[in-house]
């Protein structure tokens, strides 16, 4: 049995309650990932419950995910989210979801009707760092991308997420139908103005005047996502099952009851009334942004490629060892906040939070699944805060050690001498550089060529350098715990602000 009617749950599990016909697919999402899916899904859902909204999704995956798309259309667009912590599970079941395409299944004509009909409004990404073809250091285009390469050549049939969204807007712009806003939900600093760069970078390349009209009539509000949501296992998806009462839900999620959404009020054609269900809208994103990237994303990588390394699979593992929890607040607020521009916040009392969220122990948040990609996410989460330090001259010990023990997990083997699979659109460079240097300095200065990563300004810095060479020489000879437990941190948080 599928989960295909609400008729046979359980009382416990929430149904959608509401006329789901009412619902219109007036924003259009592409990436139909696990966070979407726990994220912003759930506000949408909230206010179609509670609110009488008619703001439904439409959902396209473009590349992966085809069995997630299959899966969904057979149990009539509905899945199910259970909020999990030490306490117990919690279920309920969306009904948000209006349509969900697969670009290689359903073909590009689909998805783009899809995303040129009137009433949408909104088209929101989930995509991860990666799909934006960008530099992480730069936030520029990358323009020898192969996709990107290939939407240059051929803009009428596109390959990357830039280039749908391009297509997509130049046949509204065709069929004289109002450009829909641009809301990029992913990890970046400043994501809705990458995001704009980048688009009227490709569109210059495509048409200068498709690029002019984005310039002129497409918004890019700029948001700040937070919600802890770990990688399916199948032990989860039997947990599910359970609360379900035997009910098999293939799309289903798991994540943390801690939700937080903060979005720039930019939406010239509406948007739904976020702010109902617990959504901030604010003027500028950025300094939440910045707190949200640094603070909790710069750390969960920290203890991510530290703990993976000492043999923690898990984060709430990292939790229980007092060594790692006194890096980590060290980190956030010693070498972090001072770096953030947010006001009104207590970054103490926010550190603290996070912690606290770290030792969920329901959640089984995997530290390799934190230390994917880490080429497209060091720049915003320990990069950009070492350049401040290395502005103001003071100490960055803990980013240092991050960067080193990354430098430490992509060289593919973890101190048991076990293999690491390394998961990371660099990968291929990663290995050629790993594998063309000697173990220790000189692969530090070997790993530090990567323009894409760290630009051109750190490894000229003889400081960054230093400290980055330090710290993996550290933990080549001491290992990943020894050199935590041996970092110089601040006790008093009070003292580290």
């Not at 306490?87 to 783009?112: F, Y």
């Not at 801690?258 to 500028?284: C, M, T, Y």
Request: aromatic share 6%; charged share 20%.
């Amino acid at each position: 049995m599928t989960l295909s009617s609400t008729a046979a749950l359980p009382a416990a599990i929430a149904a959608p309650g509401y006329d789901r016909q009412r619902l219109k697919p007036r924003i259009v999402h592409l990436g139909f990932g696990a966070f979407f899916r726990a994220h912003q899904a759930i506000y949408a859902e909230r206010l179609a419950k509670d609110h009488a909204s008619d703001w439904g999704y439409g959902v396209i995956s473009m590349h992966n995910g085809q069995q997630k798309i299959a899966d969904i259309q057979r149990q009539d667009l509905l899945y199910t989210v259970a909020e999990m912590d030490d306490s117990g599970w919690r279920g309920q079941v969306v009904g948000i979801i209006r349509q969900a395409l697969h670009l290689q299944v359903d073909g590009l004509e689909a998805v783009l009707e899809a995303m040129a009909q009137p009433e949408v409004a909104i088209v929101s990404l989930t995509i991860s760092e990666k799909g934006y073809c960008y530099h992480p250091a730069s936030g520029q285009l990358l323009a020898e991308h192969p996709d990107i390469q290939h939407d240059i050549a051929h803009p009428q049939r596109p390959k990357s997420a830039p280039g749908l969204l391009l297509a997509a807007l130049r046949l509204r712009r065709e069929r004289g139908l109002p450009a829909f806003a641009v809301m990029s939900c992913d990890n970046m600093p400043a994501n809705g103005q990458v995001t704009r760069n980048l688009l009227c970078q490709l569109a210059q390349r495509q048409d200068a005047e498709l690029a002019a009209w984005v310039q002129q009539h497409v918004a890019f509000p700029s948001t700040m996502v937070d919600r802890i949501v770990p990688a399916m296992t199948a032990e989860t998806l039997r947990q599910i099952e359970g609360l379900l009462g035997g009910i098999v839900d293939p799309v289903a999620v798991a994540c943390e009851p801690f939700s937080q959404w903060v979005i720039e009020d930019n939406f010239p054609q509406g948007r739904p009334a976020w702010e109902k269900v617990g959504a901030e809208l604010v003027h500028d994103v950025l300094p939440y942004e910045e707190m949200k990237l640094r603070m909790l994303n710069g750390s969960h990588s920290f203890l991510a490629y530290l703990g993976y390394l000492a043999g923690y699979a898990h984060i709430s593992d990292c939790m229980q060892d007092a060594h790692f929890v006194r890096a980590a607040r060290h980190l956030m607020l010693a070498e972090q906040a001072p770096t953030l521009q947010v006001s009104g916040v207590d970054l103490t009392q926010y550190a603290e939070s996070l912690l606290a969220r770290y030792r969920n122990g329901a959640l089984k948040h995997r530290t390799g699944q934190i230390a994917m990609d880490g080429t497209q996410k060091l720049p915003q989460r320990l990069l950009d805060a070492i350049r401040w330090h290395l502005a103001q001259g003071s100490d960055f010990s803990c980013l240092a050690l991050g960067v080193a023990a990354w430098m430490r997990y992509v060289g593919g083997q973890d101190e048991q001498g076990q293999v690491i699979e390394i998961n990371d659109p660099l990968r291929e460079r990663l290995a050629e550089r790993v594998g063309n240097s000697r173990e220790g300095a000189e692969r530090v200065l070997a790993l530090l060529q990567l323009e894409t990563v760290f630009g051109r300004d750190l490894p000229d810095s003889l400081r960054f350098v230093k400290a980055v060479t330090d710290a993996y020489l550290a933990l080549l000879a001491q290992g990943a715990r020894a050199t935590v437990a041996a970092l110089p941190v601040i006790e008093n948080t009070s003292e580290a602000r």
